[in-house]
């Protein structure tokens, strides 16, 4: 079986009145993809990355959902703001989790992936409250590293949990995103190798991948120096050229058939909206699109692959997509004279 292809993208601004995604709207975004042959993974990123959504919990009688919500200074809390991680300790936060995993699961295949997020974790957020603390020491733990990881862990059982009951089954493959807990020697003990695929967003020379690997884990690839394509227009991060996307190759899996799953190409919603979706998204996805498909041997200054790749951009411009120029005109006309 070939890898897979995949594209985060997050969805261009709606109207404000349209913020809203209902079960129905789901079910035809994923039936209209079907057809199309494009399979929709759905993502609830947690426990990091939530926030305002998370903050009637104590209205509602259900205790703190979430802690350190907006808190600043952001830096003592979060990786990125606004900060906001799920409150490990109340058993509230995985009865509600249970219900938008019920809720979301309607518009999905049964057995389809779910993606569950786990990436981000900050661990000065929970160290912050008593709540979780006074949790820890409740349950023979301190507050060293190996507990906060410890706890971590709990978070995903829980909430593997909570799906498993949503879905009626306990065979839903789920995907996590590399983190701290998905290293060696973590991972071993943490994460069941049968249920989570990871999701790794490393750099060239990062040996986590080929560690999963031979661990017998399977994989899907997020090379962030090469298929990040939100990068090169905030902070400090470079743009990564169709070349760079192309020339990245899989990790080998000689002897493990169907371990690594596929690829990737992430363009996240900071600074993303409907004026610049084509351009970052195209035509960059489909040079990872023939990495992944065909993995070409020859590399993208061979004869003929810059050609090629001009003449689907042209393509793509002809079916109404704003794909970004790659090179000038003149280089499309005049084959091989560019490259």
């Not at 169709?242 to 919603?269: C, Q, Y």
């Not at 004026?275 to 998204?281: G, H, I, P, R, V």
Request: hydrophobic share 40%.
């Amino acid at each position: 079986m070939r890898p897979c292809i995949g594209v985060s993208v997050a969805e261009p601004t709606r109207r404000r009145a349209q913020r809203r995604y209902t079960e129905k709207y789901l079910t035809q975004k994923n039936q209209y993809a079907r057809v199309r042959g494009v399979r929709v993974l759905l993502e609830v990123d947690a426990p990091a990355h939530c926030s305002a959504g998370w903050t009637w919990g104590e209205a509602a009688g259900l205790g703190a959902l979430v802690l350190c919500a907006a808190k600043q200074p952001w830096r003592s809390y979060c990786i990125q703001p606004p900060c906001g991680q799920l409150n490990p300790a109340n058993p509230s936060v995985y009865a509600v989790l249970g219900a938008v995993y019920r809720d979301l699961l309607h518009a999905l295949p049964p057995g389809e992936f779910f993606h569950q997020g786990g990436d981000e974790v900050f661990l000065p957020c929970w160290n912050a409250s008593s709540e979780v603390t006074d949790y820890l020491a409740a349950t023979g733990r301190g507050r060293a590293e190996a507990d906060f990881l410890s706890l971590w862990a709990e978070f995903h059982a829980r909430s593997l949990a909570a799906l498993d009951e949503a879905a009626g089954r306990a065979d839903t493959p789920v995907v996590l995103w590399s983190s701290h807990l998905t290293r060696p020697p973590h991972v071993d003990g943490y994460l069941d190798k049968s249920r989570y695929v990871i999701e790794t967003w490393t750099e060239a020379g990062d040996a986590l991948p080929d560690q999963l690997l031979s661990r017998g884990y399977r994989i899907i690839m997020a090379a962030k120096d090469a298929w990040y394509l939100d990068h090169g227009w905030w902070g400090r991060t470079a743009y990564r050229s169709w070349r760079t996307v192309r020339d990245r190759r899989l990790p080998s899996a000689k002897g493990k058939a169907g371990a690594v799953l596929g690829g990737e190409a992430a363009l996240w919603g900071e600074l993303t909206d409907a004026t610049t979706l084509d351009a970052k998204l195209w035509p960059r996805a489909a040079a990872l699109a023939e990495r992944l498909w065909a993995d070409p041997a020859e590399p993208s200054s061979a004869p003929g692959v810059e050609a090629r790749f001009l003449a689907h951009r042209e393509r793509l411009l002809g079916l109404g997509v704003r794909a970004e120029a790659v090179a000038p005109q003149w280089c499309q006309l005049r084959d091989g004279e560019c490259t």
